[in-house]
């Protein structure tokens, strides 16, 4: 069966600290991988995706993503996390036929000023 | 406008009720979706409209009834439905239907069922 899964439930960190969270999937065939995320209060907004090509993709507001096919993942990542990054983040795929999304479960990020 | 709006931002509804939730976008995409979200949960796709035509339906209970009047709004009809209905309802869109086109979300309608 499709799924993604994310292993961080909630993350703590201190501003300027250094973000990893990561995404796994599990899908037939080739796949899109996304990075949404949802500030409190606001809609679910698009931080950067994966089709093809270079592994290492660059989103808004400094975040980055990495392609590792052999480990089946798409972790997210940001070298210093603001207070503002505070949020929801959610990991979805889709396979490159299809349509529908499917989330992991999300990662609580919570940043100390 | 890139923007999806969703109305009315909360709903607050008796089992025996029948209300609507509606959706709307001007940006001329031609796939549009709704999805429920429980506290602390993923969104999970209900259905999706592509040329406004119901595409897919992931085995939503009938008391869920979807239209697409046209290109640019969504409506979804609810009747008898129960407690556990209870969550937030995101409406999104894209140029088209293919998962190579970015969703754009709205802010959701806050449903509670009483």
């Known amino acids: 069966a499709q799924s993604v899964s994310q292993h961080n439930h909630h993350v703590i960190l201190s501003e300027a600290a250094s973000l990893e969270l990561g995404c796994n999937y599990s899908?037939?065939?080739?796949?899109?991988l996304f990075w949404y995320v949802q500030y409190p209060g606001q809609h679910l907004q698009l931080l950067l995706k994966?089709?093809?090509?270079?592994?290492l993709v660059k989103g808004i507001k400094g975040f980055e993503a990495e392609f590792i096919k052999s480990k089946f993942s798409f972790n997210l990542r940001k070298p210093s996390v603001q207070w503002s990054d505070t949020a929801e983040y959610f990991c979805a795929a889709s396979n490159q036929a299809g349509t529908a999304l499917i989330f992991g479960k999300g990662t609580t990020l919570s940043v100390s000023s | 406008d890139t923007e999806v709006t969703q109305t009315p931002k909360h709903l607050v509804m008796g089992m025996t009720n029948k209300k609507s939730l509606k959706c709307e976008q001007h940006m001329g995409h031609r796939a549009m979706y709704w999805y429920k979200q429980k506290a602390k949960k993923p969104p999970e796709l209900m259905f999706v409209?592509?040329?406004?035509?119901?595409?897919i339906n992931e085995s939503v209970p009938s008391r869920f009834s979807p239209e697409c009047p046209n290109s640019s709004l969504l409506n979804l009809h609810l009747h008898a439905l129960q407690p556990e209905d209870s969550a937030l309802y995101l409406c999104a869109s894209s140029q088209g239907p293919s998962s190579y086109n970015e969703q754009f979300f709205g802010p959701g309608t806050r449903l509670t069922v009483l």
């Open positions: 994966y089709f093809s090509g270079d592994p």
């Open positions: 409209y592509s040329y406004e035509k119901l595409s």
């Open positions: 899908y037939g065939g080739t796949v899109n």
